[in-house]
């Protein structure tokens, strides 16, 4: 609940996330571990047959050590890790892999994509922005549908009415027309979702202003992580990954599968497990200090943040990440700015284009506001 201008009482939308997330997320750091321990026996115990995804960055840290000590615990039989390496990897992460599986006495198998990052990136393009943002430019390059409809679309009365024209117009276009006009499929406006182009302010005007000189796509995700992570985990009743609702973007939405998304069933039976779902970052900071986690170079020496896709153009930290990175491994900051170097350059771009149309919205207004100042209303005679 918010109060409104004039004091009356709004209430405050909140997602499922939100609103059905179990009690165990409220819990102090020590409390919500057991929980999760709990949870994560419980579960292996129904699914022995499970598979475990390891990045070897900080959430996996924290992750296998929850999963290792709970088999301890519980007396539970092995799973299986595997470590998904895109071919652009930090030798601080593959180093750490090792050093982990050593740790806790199992085996972490590497898996390589058969297109690596390289070869996808030239046939496809490279990501920019986000995974979304990415997907949408790349149908609107391919599709050629003029940036002109969302006017069209804006200006209508009848927006739906419009909608459909457009979709007579440009057929096979769909997807590309919701982007464009921020709607959905029956024309309704939909300006506030992740899925439409102005998820990122200005995008839409940037992109007519500045068009891309490169193909933009995610689909080296898809070949150098999503491909091969269907392949490894196949044949497994349980896929265990670490993803944290903190992280922010996709992660925090909720999904058809499972609204709390800590535990469900996927479409094709499968069964998902996110133990740190609902893990914060303070929580991680506690488990890291208690239980005296050490992480890769990449965050005690290197000083990241986040690891990941190493230099992947959708974090918006990639080109300073590749500063942190590069007095200890140039040639792969090299390799990193070979692949993904127009992206980064338009993603400063882009920036710059959003500090000055930032910057004279916040003139015009200043403008405006002292137009309306009270001084400027003539006085009223008694």
Same mark, same amino acid.
């Given at each position: 609940m918010y109060?409104?201008?004039f004091g009356e009482m709004?209430?405050t939308?909140?997602?499922?996330?939100?609103?059905?997330?179990p009690d165990y997320a409220?819990?102090?750091?020590?409390a919500?571990?057991?929980?999760?321990?709990? $949870?994560?026996a419980?579960?292996l115990r129904e699914?022995?047959?499970?598979?475990c995804?390891?990045?070897?960055?900080?959430?996996?840290?924290?992750m $296998?050590?929850?999963?290792e000590?709970?088999?301890?615990?519980?007396?539970?039989p092995?799973i299986?890790?595997?470590?998904?390496?895109?071919?652009?990897e930090?030798? %601080? /992460?593959k180093?750490?892999v090792k050093?982990?599986?050593? +740790?806790?006495?199992v #085996?972490?198998?590497?898996?390589?994509?058969?297109?690596?990052?390289?070869?996808?990136?030239? $046939?496809?393009? /490279?990501p920019?922005v986000?995974?979304?943002?990415?997907?949408?430019?790349?149908?609107?390059?391919?599709?050629?549908v003029p940036?002109s409809?969302?006017?069209e679309?804006?200006q209508?009365?009848?927006? %739906?009415a419009?909608? +459909?024209?457009?979709?007579?117009?440009?057929?096979?276009? #769909?997807?590309?027309i919701?982007?464009?006009?921020c709607?959905?499929?029956s024309?309704e406006p939909?300006?506030?979702i992740?899925?439409?182009i102005?998820?990122?302010? &200005?995008?839409r005007?940037? $992109?007519?202003?500045?068009?891309?000189?490169?193909q933009?796509s995610?689909?080296?995700?898809?070949y150098? +992580?999503?491909?091969v992570a269907?392949?490894?985990?196949k044949?497994?009743?349980?896929?265990?990954?670490?993803?944290?609702r903190?992280?922010?973007?996709m992660?925090?939405?909720?999904?058809?599968?499972?609204?709390?998304?800590?535990?469900?069933?996927?479409?094709?039976?499968?069964?998902?497990?996110?133990?740190? &779902?609902?893990?914060t970052d303070?929580?991680?900071?506690? &488990?890291?200090?208690?239980?005296?986690i050490?992480?890769?170079?990449?965050?005690e020496i290197?000083?990241?943040?986040r690891?990941g896709?190493?230099g992947?153009p959708i974090?918006?930290? %990639?080109?300073?990440?590749? #500063?942190?990175i590069?007095?200890? #491994?140039?040639n792969?900051?090299?390799a990193?700015?070979n692949?993904?170097?127009k992206s980064y350059e338009?993603?400063?771009?882009?920036n710059?284009?959003k500090?000055?149309r930032? +910057?004279?919205?916040?003139?015009?207004k200043?403008n405006?506001?002292?137009?309306m100042?009270?001084?400027n209303?003539?006085?009223?005679?008694?």
């Amino acid at each position: 609940m918010y109060t409104g201008f004039f004091g009356e009482m709004k209430e405050t939308y909140k997602s499922k996330v939100y609103t059905e997330r179990p009690d165990y997320a409220d819990f102090n750091a020590p409390a919500k571990f057991m929980a999760i321990q709990s $949870i994560v026996a419980k579960r292996l115990r129904e699914h022995p047959k499970a598979i475990c995804s390891y990045s070897g960055g900080a959430d996996s840290d924290i992750m $296998i050590d929850v999963i290792e000590r709970t088999r301890e615990v519980f007396s539970l039989p092995p799973i299986k890790y595997v470590f998904f390496n895109t071919g652009l990897e930090m030798k %601080a /992460i593959k180093d750490h892999v090792k050093d982990t599986a050593e +740790k806790y006495g199992v #085996e972490i198998e590497e898996c390589r994509p058969k297109i690596n990052i390289v070869t996808a990136s030239r $046939i496809h393009g /490279i990501p920019f922005v986000s995974k979304i943002m990415s997907s949408g430019l790349s149908e609107w390059q391919k599709k050629k549908v003029p940036l002109s409809i969302a006017e069209e679309y804006e200006q209508a009365e009848d927006k %739906a009415a419009k909608r +459909k024209e457009l979709k007579e117009r440009f057929p096979k276009c #769909e997807s590309v027309i919701n982007f464009l006009c921020c709607c959905n499929s029956s024309g309704e406006p939909r300006p506030n979702i992740q899925l439409v182009i102005n998820s990122s302010k &200005y995008m839409r005007d940037f $992109i007519g202003e500045y068009p891309p000189d490169f193909q933009i796509s995610a689909k080296c995700c898809d070949y150098c +992580k999503k491909k091969v992570a269907y392949d490894a985990q196949k044949d497994y009743d349980m896929i265990i990954t670490g993803e944290r609702r903190a992280e922010g973007g996709m992660r925090s939405v909720p999904r058809k599968d499972n609204t709390a998304l800590c535990f469900g069933q996927q479409s094709n039976g499968q069964y998902r497990l996110r133990p740190l &779902y609902y893990v914060t970052d303070q929580d991680k900071a506690w &488990y890291k200090e208690y239980y005296n986690i050490r992480y890769s170079d990449a965050y005690e020496i290197y000083g990241l943040k986040r690891t990941g896709c190493c230099g992947c153009p959708i974090s918006y930290r %990639a080109v300073d990440d590749l #500063e942190l990175i590069r007095p200890y #491994e140039p040639n792969l900051v090299k390799a990193a700015w070979n692949i993904f170097g127009k992206s980064y350059e338009y993603r400063a771009k882009y920036n710059d284009y959003k500090a000055d149309r930032r +910057k004279a919205e916040r003139e015009r207004k200043k403008n405006i506001d002292g137009q309306m100042g009270l001084e400027n209303f003539p006085k009223v005679l008694p």
